[in-house]
C-alpha cells in the first residue's frame, strides 16, 4: 500500500447567483438646445433624437452570499471578486449609491448591483431573495455559496423568470437534477473535483472507502468520486459514509471506516465543508484511522491550510484554484487588485466570482444590454470566455462551465504571501450530463449519467 503524500480536494461550497437587467442614459443634449435651430436644421437634428434611446432601464443584479454566517470565510471571496469582476469587465469601478453600486456598460446603460447576506440558510436565502425580485425588481441573481441555498434561488429564479448565475457552489445536483434553463453557474461541480483529482489519486493507490456530509453536495460528492476513481482503475471497499452536516463528534463514524480498512481499503477519501472538517480530522486521529491509511482529502482556502495540512508538506494534491497556479494576463490584474484593495491576495473562490462578473457582462454585450431571461440564456449557452483560470466554456446542454482544475504538491503552509504550492499540472475535466429523464434529450452526445454513459 503506497503512503505516499497525497491530500486531495477537501470538497466544499457554494452558489451565486446574479439579476440582471437595463441602464439609465444621461440627459439627451439635444433636447437642450433652442426650438430656433431646430427649426434651422430639421433633419439633422429629428436623427440625433432618433438615434439617441428615449429611455435605458437599469440592469439590476442581486448579489447572494453568506456575509455572517457559518460559511462567511467563502463568502469574502465572493464579496472581493464578484466587484472587481464587474470593474475589470466593465473598465470602470463600481459607483457607491443609495443601496447599490453602479457600473456602466459598453452600451451606455447601467447595471446596479444589490448585495444581500443569506447567513447559508435557504429560508433566509429565499426572503432575502423575494426581496430583490419584488421590491428592487432585480433582472439577476449571483449566488450562492451553500449549496443547499442554492436550491431555493433556482426555484425563485424560474418562477419569476430570471437568469441565476451560481458561484461557488458545487453540487452535481444545480445543473443536475435540479436544473432549469434559468440557472447557469461559472463554479465546478462536484465531478469536475473528481475527475481531477481521481485522475491522480487512482496512481498512487488502488483500493478506496469515503467519507462525505449527507445533503446535496455530499451526496453528489461521494458519487462523483466513486465513478471517477472506479472507472480510472480504482475500487471502493465498503459503502459510502455520510454523517449530517451539523455533525460536532465523529467518533461514532470511525468505525465503518476502519472496517473498510480491514476490508482492504488504502486510502480515506474526505469529502466536507465548513468547520466540521476539525472535528472529524480529530476523531480519524483518536480512533487511530490515520494510523491505518492515509486521508486524501483536497487543499482548500489559504487561511485553513495551515490547521490542516501543516503535517502534509510534500503531498500532492487537487485544487480548484489557488491565485499562483494559473498563468494568464486577467488572474494577474486579480491578483494586484486584490492585494492592492484588500491587503491579501485572491483565495479560493475569488475567481468563481470574478467569472460570474465577466460572464454577465459579456452576454449583456450579447444582447445590447437586453436582461430579459429570453435574451441571456441564448447569450449565454455555448458562450466562451477569458477569466482568471483561463477559458470557461458554459456548455449548451446543462450549463456546466468547462473550466481548468489543479493539481499542486504542497511546499510550505506558512509563507507569509500564501504561496504555498507548486503547479504539477493543470486539467479540464469532461463531465457528464446529468439532468433529470425528462430533459435528457438535453444532453445530446454527453456521457448521461455517469462517466461511462450508464
Not at 196 to 218: H, R
Not at 247 to 252: C, E, K, L, N, V
Request: glycine letters at 8%; one cysteine or more.
Amino acid at each position: 500500500m503506497k503512503r505516499s503524500s497525497l491530500f486531495l480536494l477537501l470538497l466544499a461550497l457554494v452558489l451565486g447567483l446574479v439579476a440582471c437587467g437595463g441602464g439609465e442614459p444621461a440627459a439627451d443634449p439635444v433636447e437642450e438646445q433652442p426650438e430656433t435651430v431646430v427649426e434651422e436644421e430639421p433633419v439633422e437634428d429629428e436623427v440625433v433624437v432618433d438615434e439617441a434611446p428615449s429611455s435605458c432601464d437599469p440592469i439590476k443584479v442581486g448579489l447572494i452570499t453568506d456575509e455572517t454566517g457559518s460559511l462567511a470565510i467563502y463568502g469574502a471571496h465572493i464579496l472581493r471578486g464578484f466587484p472587481l469582476g464587474l470593474e475589470y469587465a466593465t473598465g470602470s469601478p463600481g459607483t457607491e449609491q443609495d443601496g447599490f453600486t453602479s457600473y456602466p456598460t459598453s452600451n451606455g446603460c447601467e447595471i446596479q448591483v444589490f448585495v444581500r447576506d443569506d447567513q447559508s440558510n435557504p429560508e433566509t436565502t429565499a426572503t432575502v431573495a423575494r426581496e430583490l425580485i419584488e421590491v428592487e425588481g432585480i433582472n439577476v441573481l449571483v449566488g450562492t455559496v451553500s449549496s443547499g441555498a442554492t436550491a431555493s434561488l433556482q426555484e425563485l429564479a424560474a418562477q419569476n423568470e430570471i437568469v441565476l448565475i451560481v458561484a461557488p457552489a458545487a453540487a452535481n445536483d444545480i445543473t443536475g437534477v435540479g436544473f432549469n434553463e434559468y440557472t447557469f453557474r461559472t463554479s465546478r461541480n462536484n465531478y469536475q473535483d473528481a475527475v481531477n483529482i481521481c485522475e491522480y489519486l487512482t496512481a498512487e493507490y488502488n483500493t478506496f472507502v469515503q467519507i462525505a456530509p449527507d445533503y446535496s453536495f455530499g451526496q453528489g460528492s461521494a458519487t462523483a468520486f466513486r465513478d471517477a476513481c472506479t472507472v480510472l482503475g480504482g475500487e471502493f471497499a465498503a459503502d459510502d459514509v455520510f454523517a449530517p452536516a451539523d455533525t460536532t463528534d465523529f467518533t461514532a463514524y470511525m468505525d465503518p471506516i476502519l472496517d473498510a480498512v480491514d476490508g482492504g481499503a488504502e486510502a480515506f477519501i474526505v469529502t466536507w465543508a465548513g468547520g466540521g472538517f476539525v472535528p472529524l480530522l480529530q476523531a480519524a486521529q483518536d480512533t487511530g484511522v490515520m494510523d491505518e491509511v492515509p486521508m486524501a482529502a483536497g487543499f482548500v482556502d489559504n487561511v485553513v491550510m495551515p490547521a490542516f495540512f501543516a503535517n502534509a508538506i510534500g503531498s500532492t494534491s487537487g485544487i480548484l484554484y489557488h491565485y499562483t497556479l494559473p498563468d494568464n494576463e486577467i488572474n494577474d490584474w486579480l491578483v494586484e487588485n486584490t492585494q492592492e484593495r484588500f491587503g491579501v491576495p485572491p483565495d479560493l473562490f475569488d475567481a468563481d466570482a470574478m467569472n460570474a462578473a465577466i460572464l454577465l457582462v459579456r452576454a449583456l454585450e450579447e444582447t445590447g444590454d437586453d436582461a430579459s431571461a429570453e435574451a441571456l440564456i441564448a447569450a449565454m449557452e455555448g458562450l466562451e470566455f477569458e477569466g482568471p483560470k483561463g477559458t470557461i466554456y458554459i456548455r449548451p446542454e446543462d450549463h456546466v462551465a468547462i473550466q481548468d482544475m489543479y493539481i499542486a504538491t504542497l511546499l510550505n503552509v506558512d509563507d507569509p504571501e500564501f504561496k504555498y504550492f507548486e503547479n504539477v499540472e493543470t486539467n479540464r475535466p469532461d463531465v457528464p450530463c446529468l439532468l433529470p429523464e425528462e430533459l435528457v434529450d438535453r444532453c445530446g452526445d454527453l456521457p448521461v449519467g455517469s462517466l461511462a454513459g450508464e
